[in-house]
T-cell receptor, first 110, second 114 residues
């Protein structure tokens, strides 16, 4: 399938800090979904976007299909934000077939 | 709402044995998906059902792997003659629609083939 690249591969933040994660893809997509995978391995749904921007508490995500990227911004990082963050894109021709990115491993330190 | 339920959470099999993994989707969700996660390959799509009908199994290894959805409340993924390279976390997800909506994932089944 088409590659979905995430940057950075790993990130370390102190509590209270903020940062952005980026997801790049090679073709236009129908939608994007962001997940946090916690220490137990559970994939927790954060956002689904077909366009534009969504915000939920300390998290904010943007999807720009034309420019072929999506971002996830975390502000006021907390210890429980640690985990691996995946973006997954819906291809235009088979929207159900999520293609996952390579992930960003986030560690939040006190 | 208990979310997507997967059983067992862990399974260890010997090489050549059969493994059956179970998934109970969220009630009312018409779309059910299976994915596999490994360190090397990451998260990969395996197969997808809509209203219990198999729609796309393009991600399934052609031999030894099969998936069924006999009723709206559960799906199974069966691996015959398991091999060490089948070791992975197998994830089931469900959604109210095929696309354009969140897919909700279960906790996964960690399969270890010795």
């Amino acid at each position: 399938g088409m590659p979905v690249e995430q940057n950075p591969p790993a990130l370390s933040l102190y509590e209270g800090a903020e940062s952005g994660l980026r997801c790049n893809f090679s073709t236009t997509m129908k939608g994007v979904q962001w997940f946090q995978q916690n220490h137990r391995g559970r994939l927790i749904t954060l956002f689904y976007l077909a366009q534009g921007t969504k915000e939920n508490g300390r998290l904010k995500s943007t999807f720009n299909s034309k420019e072929r990227y999506s971002t996830l911004h975390i502000k006021d990082a907390q210890l429980e934000d640690s985990g691996t963050y995946f973006c997954a894109v819906e291809p235009n021709n088979m929207g159900y077939k999520l293609t996952f990115g390579t992930g960003t491993s986030l560690l939040v330190d006190p | 709402n208990a979310g997507v339920i997967q059983t067992p959470r862990h399974k260890v099999t010997g090489k050549g044995q059969e493994a059956t993994l179970w998934c109970e989707p969220i009630s009312g969700h018409s779309a059910v998906f299976w994915y596999r996660q490994t360190i090397v390959q990451g998260l990969e799509f395996l197969t997808y059902f809509r209203n219990q009908a198999p729609i796309d199994d393009s991600g399934m290894p052609k031999e030894r792997f099969s998936a069924q959805m006999p009723n709206q409340s559960h799906s199974t993924l069966k691996i015959q003659s398991t091999q060490p390279q089948d070791s992975a976390v197998y994830l089931c997800a469900s959604s109210p629609r095929d696309w354009g909506y969140e897919q909700y994932f279960g906790p996964g089944t960690r399969l270890t083939v010795l």
